[in-house]
């Protein structure tokens, strides 16, 4: 099917977890005749999200993808919501750069997590997938950000140190190969799973 077609929606769906979300969302939206052509799920504190970008073959409306995807959950289950895909949405994401893993460790405190994105953001960086781990007082933030080429990646990896030991925490920006390397990464979640 062609991606670029009027026929593409974007959906998105927070419901408190249970086995076979994924499978009811997926199975409604095929259902109807669409190629499932992008996807993100995670699960956040006992909450399942996921966005996905769905090409239907002949024209439908975001009320009826709606519906069909509510016929599987209870009614007030789920939040569910469907837009037509912008294809300028593509265009509007920063300049591409490198890709770097971020990692922030230390005791939990309000405000770290508004302190790093303000600094990222203020650099032009953009999040591409983030998480957070709490054990006890201490909570790990690992995260992949897109750095812009024009940056000095030295001078940003030492200000974004020296930002954060003041709050006692821990802090890397490294580039993802090396981060692999030394960390054997798969997707995050396992990653800190075999930390604990």
């Not at 912008?86 to 460790?105: H, I, L, M, S, W």
């Not at 405190?109 to 953001?121: E, H, N």
């Amino acid at each position: 099917m062609d991606r670029k077609s009027s026929n593409r929606y974007v959906v998105s769906v927070l419901v408190a977890d249970r086995v076979g979300i994924l499978k009811d969302i997926t199975s409604a939206v095929t259902d109807m005749g669409a190629n499932i052509d992008g996807i993100s799920q995670t699960v956040a504190s006992g909450y399942f999200t996921v966005i996905l970008t769905a090409t239907f073959k002949k024209s439908v409306s975001t009320e009826v993808i709606h519906g069909q995807i509510m016929q599987n959950f209870s009614r007030d289950e789920a939040e569910i919501v469907v837009r037509p895909y912008q294809e300028d949405a593509v265009k509007r994401v920063p300049v591409q750069g490198n890709r770097y893993a971020v990692t922030v460790t230390g005791k939990d405190r309000a405000g770290i997590l508004k302190m790093v994105t303000a600094f990222l953001a203020g650099k032009e960086i953009n999040i591409e997938d983030w998480y957070v781990e709490f054990q006890g007082r201490n909570v790990t933030h690992i995260g992949v950000i897109s750095v812009p080429r024009v940056l000095d990646i030295k001078q940003t990896q030492e200000e974004f140190r020296q930002l954060l030991v003041p709050l006692g925490l821990t802090s890397y920006i490294q580039h993802e190969n090396i981060f692999r390397a030394t960390n054997e990464i798969g997707p995050i979640e396992s990653l800190l799973d075999e930390k604990r």
